[in-house]
């Protein structure tokens, strides 16, 4: 394995991609970037700012100032505004929905790419998203794309809602990761497709560890 690679993880949500980006990140003492984190952190400020996301000019001068602080340890990616670390704030499925929406904005993906190469420029980083073998780290020295069972991938997001007082029907849930699916494989820009040259690991029958272990083998067999 060369020195400082860049390692890319794209898939679907609910296909393992942030626990082992950042379970792997650790393991090999590399930075952990969580590109959906800065779609999040987009949508959280501009909503917070009662922006139009559909005036370009509003939103081209709202993201030249916007410049979140990013830590990466190995609890995970963290992004903070103005000194307040957001990271829980960008949990929400209200910024879940938004981030989605800005997502599918040219300018929006062009600054979240250039914060990422930014972050990535001396290399040792495990990029996590849905184009980041595709687009924005084409030249990767390792590619991963993760993906599992839809029925898998909702029960996996089903448990983000544990301890809460109602937590949606699993039906409900298995909706709307497949409505984010064909948003994200669908869209113009930087549709979610598996990178050339990308291991494809199916994670639905496999625990975290082996996932981590599967990769691990792979980037250390070259
Ligand atoms: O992985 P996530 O749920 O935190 O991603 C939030 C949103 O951002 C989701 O709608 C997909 C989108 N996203 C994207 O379009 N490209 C990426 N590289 C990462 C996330």
């Known amino acids: 394995m060369g020195a400082r690679a860049v390692i890319t993880i794209d898939g679907p949500a609910g ?9 792997l990140a650790r393991s090999l ?14 949508a959280w400020q501009a909503s917070r700012l009662g922006l139009d996301l559909g005036d370009p000019r509003a939103l081209s001068s709202f993201l030249a100032e916007f410049k979140p602080e990013v830590t990466s340890d190995k609890e995970g990616f963290h992004l903070w505004v103005n000194g307040q670390e957001i990271s829980k704030e960008l949990r929400t499925p209200q910024v879940s929905r938004a981030a989605s929406r800005v997502a599918v904005l040219p300018r929006v993906r062009r600054w979240v ?16 998203g849905r184009d980041q073998g595709t687009v924005v780290f084409p030249e990767a020295e390792y590619k991963f794309f993760l993906d599992a069972a839809l029925p898998t991938r909702a029960a996996r997001r089903r448990q983000d809602w544990q301890g809460a007082d109602s937590p949606p029907l699993m039906e409900n849930i298995m909706a709307e990761v497949a409505a984010r699916d064909r948003q994200d494989e669908t869209r113009a820009e930087a549709p979610l497709a598996i990178p050339q040259g990308a291991i494809f690991i199916d994670t639905t029958d496999l625990s975290i560890e082996e996932v981590v272990g599967q990769c691990l083998a792979r980037i250390r067999a070259s």
């Open 15 to 23: 296909a393992g991609k942030s626990t082992v980006a950042r379970l």
């Open 29 to 42: 003492g590399y930075l952990y970037l969580d590109s959906g984190a800065l779609y999040r952190a987009v």
């Open 113 to 128: 790419k250039e914060r990422l190469r930014h972050l990535a420029r001396a290399g040792g980083v495990v990029a996590e």
